[in-house]
């Protein structure tokens, strides 16, 4: 009571620690959102509407304790959701790109997140809006997804959704910042292993390898590689389609233990599945030694790998069906 009459008389005290901030709900935030709702679902004037949304947003961006109240407050979420299917709001892109955001900054909040992937209408709008927003709505949106998917649950909600084709596209084609949250969702979703079989079918090996190639998203690309790594048809596609020598120049190059770790652990899957690829590591290994550093320099993990790649060169000199 003495914080919330602080807050309402403009009265500073000693900055709260996030769980109190989130439980501080202020009877000013309550009215607050009350406007907004009365707003959204009584008035008749798409301005005032507009302005509804915007406030939304702008209120959830700035205060932990409104999420909270957002998310504990019935028809919200679905009230907000709506506004994307009303007439002379459905078409407006800076509509559109304020209801993401506002679910984007909603999802931050650790309970809402099941409350927004058990609402029927969330996950498959912002997947809609992948699809067809603009450049900066589409990204915010793969953010969104991406802090939804913190749950199991909801990182096969929205791959079974269908997601994961357009985060690839965005993944490809996007701007920077928007390949980013794309590639971080990607990475997310493919925690779980039914999405790793829808990433490989939507072409991801394809583009995180042109990433790398182009030095453009190294760390995130690596990264879902070596999660695609246990999947055999993404193994395969790494094999047939040119991903060894970008990896050796990783490994060769990258001042970056993780890279260099991810880098390995493709490589090394690439070799057990098709030893005529340890021809290039061989190459490789006697030109610049690479292989052999990381086994004595790299992580734990990173000098594993690589030790069994240099094992199975040195079996494969001494075979008679290979040899240099």
Known sequence: MISQWCTEHDVTLPPLDDEQEERLIT??????????????SLSSSIPDRKQAVTELRLLTKGSRSFRALVGESPGTIPLLLSALSVPGLNNDTAVQGDI????????????????????????????????????????????????????DANKLKIGELGAVKPLVELLEQGSPSAKKDAGSAIFSLCMVHENRARAVREGVVGVVLTAITHQSLVDESLAILALLSGHQ???????????VPPLLGIIKDSSCARNKENAVVVLFAVCMHDRTKLREVGEEEKSNGSISRLAQSGTSRARRKATGIL???????????YSY
């Not at 199975?312 to 000199?317: A, F, G, M, P, Q």
């Open 233 to 243: 048809e993404a193994v395969e596609e790494i094999a047939d389609t040119g991903g």
């Open 27 to 40: 009877r000013k935030e309550r009215n607050a959102l009350s406007r907004i709702l009365d707003k959204l």
């Open 311 to 321: 094992d199975k060169w040195k079996r494969t000199l001494h075979s008679t069906h």
């Open 100 to 151: 993401v955001t506002t679910v984007l900054n909603l999802s931050i909040h650790d309970s809402n997140k099941k409350i927004i992937g058990d609402n029927p209408q969330a996950i498959p709008s912002l997947i809609d809006v992948l699809k067809t927003g603009t450049m900066e709505t589409r990204s915010n949106s793969a953010a969104a997804l991406f802090s939804l998917s913190a749950l």
